[in-house]
């Protein structure tokens, strides 16, 4: 099972440098203008977080513009790499990351991990669903866990992020719950959620392990069917969707998002995007995103962002090694 613990920083009211625009009040712009840099491609729960983010924050007057740039590559590695390369020319930047960046730092997917980059801030938590396209015969995890024990070969389960990724380890964390071997799991990589996605459309996979926000619009719209999530109660945002706990799978997991910034950015520049985000839970525009994608609030920045990723390190590297990923 994967917890974790939250914090919460007092944050710096008022910032006289960067970008700041008149006085700290709820409705006034703190940010001129913020480019997000995405480290995968269209339709992630990366991609949905940082337009989310965005929208919230200029629909509220908290940043004057936003901006959006995809990069995929490396498991997000092109992008972490690009933001250190050109540290100067990124301070007007923030990526948005989630618990992947541990990941794939500890398999050496890539060279870099958090401490290269500038903390900003954890903003939110997304569950992880198994969903299967609406036409599927699989109804439940029963019913999933039946295919595999018929056919394991043929029971295919993708995800949108490299072997031993994310949604890798969700599926395996799952399968082990449920008694089966979670390395005989055959598991499909795609480069990001939307190509996930459309190989389950297109009956490539049996199953996908994905963010719960990515799959719940599709679901709504009678797209696909969420057969477990990893919550511990069901979702507002699709309450008809049960989760591995009520099905007698033993597991949860909550998979945090938020943004790094370019090292070395200055402190009145942090300061101010730590300020905006701070801001941002308060107002209505941010609210009408979070319900929309089932988001869950968490909200820790600075030292105390440092200290839960340090946390979830340790926590996954143990994990990945019981697992047999480490």
Do not use: C
Not at 104 to 114: E, Y
Not at 174 to 200: F, T
Not at 316 to 326: E, P, Q, T
Request: hydrophobic share 40%.
């Amino acid at each position: 099972m994967t917890t974790l613990k939250l914090g919460r920083r007092a944050l710096i009211a008022a910032v006289a440098a960067f970008g700041l625009a008149g006085p700290s009040l709820a409705q006034d712009q703190v940010v001129d203008s913020i480019h997000f840099l995405i480290p995968g491609g269209a339709g992630g729960g990366w991609d949905g977080t940082a337009r989310g983010t965005g929208e919230a924050l200029t629909n509220a007057g908290l940043v004057g513009t936003a901006s959006y740039e995809n990069m995929s590559g490396g498991g997000g590695g092109k992008a972490i790499g690009y933001l250190i390369e050109n540290a100067e020319s990124n301070h007007g930047t923030l990526m948005v990351n989630s618990t992947p960046i541990v990941i794939r730092s500890l398999t050496g997917v890539f060279p870099h991990n958090f401490r290269d980059l500038t903390l900003v801030s954890g903003t939110i938590g997304d569950y992880a669903a198994i969903v299967v396209g609406k036409d599927s015969p699989i109804n439940s995890m029963a019913d999933l866990l039946a295919a595999y024990d018929a056919d394991p070969g043929g029971t295919a389960i993708g995800g949108g992020s490299v072997p031993g990724g994310m949604d890798h380890l969700v599926a395996a964390m799952v399968m082990e719950a449920a008694g089966k071997d979670a390395l005989g799991v055959k598991y499909i990589p795609y480069d990001a959620g939307g190509k996930a996605m459309a190989a389950l459309l297109s009956g490539e996979i049996a199953a996908l392990s994905t963010g719960f926000s990515e799959a719940v619009d599709l679901a709504n719209a009678g797209e696909v069917k969420i057969i477990g999530v990893t919550s511990e109660e069901r979702v507002d945002a699709a309450p008809d969707a049960q989760t591995m706990k009520e099905q007698g799978i033993d597991t949860t997991f909550i998979n945090w998002r938020g943004f790094f910034a370019a090292p070395g950015l200055p402190e009145d520049q942090l300061a101010a995007y730590q300020d905006a985000i701070a801001k941002m839970y308060d107002t209505p525009e941010w609210e009408e995103v979070r319900a929309r994608n089932g988001w869950v609030n968490i909200h820790n920045s600075g030292d105390d962002f440092k200290t839960f990723l340090e946390d979830q390190e340790q926590q996954i590297s143990d994990l990945m090694k019981k697992l047999g990923f480490l």
